[in-house]
C-alpha cells in the first residue's frame, strides 16, 4: 500500500463516526498508530483534559514509553505545554532541557528518545487535549509532517465529539442527507437572486455569498438564508464584493 493509499485510509477511519464498531478510545488509538506508521513517530501518547483541567492519558502507541513517562507527560512536558499554550511544541534537541522538564527530560532520555513535539487536540479553536510524539533521533519531524501529524489530530477531535454511543438509524442518516440537498438548493436559489439583482455572472454571485459570510462570520447557508427569506438586502451582500 502506498502512502497515499495509507492516508486515504487513515482519514475515512478517523472521521467515520457511523460506522459500525466505531469506538472513541479505539479512535485515539487509531491516531496514535497513524502517527507511528504514516507519519513517522516511535512513540506517541494522546492526552485529554477532565473537566478539572487535569490531563490524562487516552492512548501510547507503543510499548517502549514506560508508565512513569507515560504519568510524567501528563504533569509535565511538551504535550503539558502544548494544551496549556494552545500551541505546538517542538523540542527537537532534548539535551539542554531538563531545566524546562526537569523529570521528563531524564526519563526520555533514559528511554533512548532524542526529541519530542506536542500538537494540539482542538475543535474549533478550542484545545482538548495534546498529542505527544517521541523520536528516539535528534532533530525530529520535518515540517511536512508535522502537518499531517496535526491533520490526523484535527480530524480525529472533530470525530471525538461528534461521536454518539447510540448507533446512528437509518432515517438519522437520510435526515442529514435532505438537509444537505435543501442546503443546496437555498444557497443556488440566493446566487440566483443575486446574480439578477446585481446583473451578474452565477459564479460572480457565489464570490459575493462566500465573502459576505466570511466578513460576517456567517455560514454560507445561514446568509443563502436570510436572503431567500428577505431579513437580509441582496445589496448588502453585493457590497462585500467591493
Not at 459500525?20 to 516511535?42: K, N, S, Y
Request: charged share 20%; hydrophobic share 45%; with cysteine.
Amino acid at each position: 500500500m502506498t502512502r497515499e493509499e495509507q492516508l486515504a485510509e487513515a482519514f475515512v477511519g478517523l472521521a467515520d463516526t457511523l460506522a459500525d464498531g466505531f469506538d472513541p478510545v479505539i479512535l485515539l488509538d487509531r491516531l496514535a498508530g497513524h502517527c507511528v506508521g504514516i507519519v513517522g513517530a516511535d512513540t506517541v501518547s494522546v492526552m485529554m483534559a477532565t473537566v478539572r483541567g487535569d490531563l490524562r492519558t487516552m492512548s501510547v502507541s507503543a510499548h517502549a514509553a514506560t508508565a512513569e513517562l507515560v504519568q510524567t507527560q501528563t504533569r509535565e512536558g511538551p504535550g503539558r505545554d502544548c494544551y496549556r499554550t494552545r500551541l505546538p511544541v517542538d523540542a527537537t534537541h532534548l539535551d539542554g532541557l531538563d531545566g524546562r522538564w526537569p523529570r521528563f527530560t531524564a526519563q526520555v532520555q533514559e528511554a533512548g528518545y532524542g526529541a519530542a513535539h506536542a500538537l494540539p487536540l482542538r475543535v474549533n479553536h478550542q484545545t482538548i487535549g495534546s498529542v505527544s510524539l517521541l523520536l528516539t533521533a535528534p532533530a525530529g519531524l520535518l515540517p511536512g509532517d508535522l502537518r499531517l501529524a496535526q491533520a490526523l489530530a484535527d480530524v480525529a477531535a472533530v470525530a471525538l465529539v461528534h461521536w454518539s454511543p447510540d448507533p446512528a438509524r437509518p432515517m438519522d442518516i437520510l435526515t442529514h442527507v435532505q438537509a444537505a440537498v435543501a442546503a443546496k438548493a437555498t444557497v443556488e436559489m440566493a446566487q440566483g437572486m443575486l446574480a439578477e439583482h446585481g446583473r451578474l455572472e452565477p459564479a460572480r454571485a457565489m464570490e459575493a455569498l462566500l465573502a459576505y459570510s466570511g466578513l460576517n462570520g456567517n455560514r454560507l447557508t445561514a446568509t443563502a438564508q436570510a436572503l431567500v427569506r428577505r431579513t437580509l438586502e441582496p445589496s448588502a451582500v453585493l457590497a462585500a464584493l467591493e
